[in-house]
């Protein structure tokens, strides 16, 4: 399936209604861990090394960097648990009574890790518009300013289709990002290999982009939960982003 991408403003219209809604389990495993850039132990992602803390080198590690975090519901049948230090930061999105869900981390050089984990949910999934929130760290080439920023999401299942549609503006210190992909549904999980994400300066021209993955899980009709991996080997941009979502 081909991604597509919309104007900025456009997009921001159809994301100013997003919102979510309430706690999951450690000890998951790794489905796919990819890190953004470079290899999981040395890359430099997204503007510096995997980690500043050397046991976090993926995302498995990453995942058990949040075991001592602080838990929280920030949407029904999901909990986060944060870990926050001087350097980084790191939370896990797990489904209750599962190992399943994501996990995100960033460190102050930029270095950044999103990535499903456990097993597809055995819920049956449902079509509708999930809504929610994307967190992402990016730069739009190898000697960029390293950006941050969390922003809303919308992702739309038709199931009719077999697809889903991820849309989300994301507004960082001095450049923007925009992700507007259609993706594959197969069962419980989505997933394209064509996720594109173009990077834009304050002002919202074009300044570059970059391609590459997007995988989800679809817990029944109640939450959806995905990565997007994207880099560009010529100009060394770089985006790692992840996302939950909730009807």
């Known amino acids: ?17 997003c919102g979510g ?5 450690d000890g998951a495993t790794v489905v796919t861990p990819p890190v953004s850039g470079g290899s999981e132990s040395t890359g430099d992602n997204t503007g510096g090394s995997t980690s500043d803390n050397a046991s976090v080198v993926d995302a498995a590690s990453a995942l058990a960097f949040t075991n001592t975090g602080t838990a929280s519901t920030p949407y029904v049948g999901v909990t986060r648990t944060t870990k926050t230090t001087a350097t980084e930061t790191a939370y896990a999105d797990i489904l209750d009574g599962t190992n399943t869900g994501r996990v995100f981390y960033k460190n102050e050089n930029g270095g950044a890790i999103s990535s499903l984990v456990g097993s ?9 518009v999930y809504t929610g929130k994307m967190d992402a760290t990016w730069k739009s080439s190898q000697t960029g300013t390293v950006q941050t920023a969390s922003n809303n999401v919308s992702v739309e ?20 990002a925009l992700i507007a992909n259609g993706a594959q ?9 064509n996720a594109f994400v173009g ?5 919202g021209s074009s300044i570059g982009y970059a ?18 991996n994207a880099t560009n080997a010529d100009s060394g941009a770089q985006f790692t982003g992840g996302f939950t979502a909730a009807k």
């Open 21 to 25: 809604g309430g706690g999951g389990s």
């Open 157 to 176: 299942v038709d199931l009719s289709s077999g697809e889903a549609s991820i849309s989300s503006y994301l507004v960082g210190q001095t450049e923007n």
């Open 185 to 193: 549904v197969t069962g419980s999980t989505i997933h394209s290999d």
């Open 120 to 128: 597809a949910p055995t819920a049956t999934p449902q079509s509708g």
């Open 199 to 203: 990077l834009l300066d304050s002002s």
């Open 211 to 228: 391609e590459g993955q997007i995988d989800g899980y679809i817990n029944g009709g109640s939450t959806v939960l995905g990565t997007v």
């Open 1 to 17: 399936m081909k991604s597509s991408l919309i104007t900025g403003a456009l997009l921001i219209s159809m994301l100013t209604a």
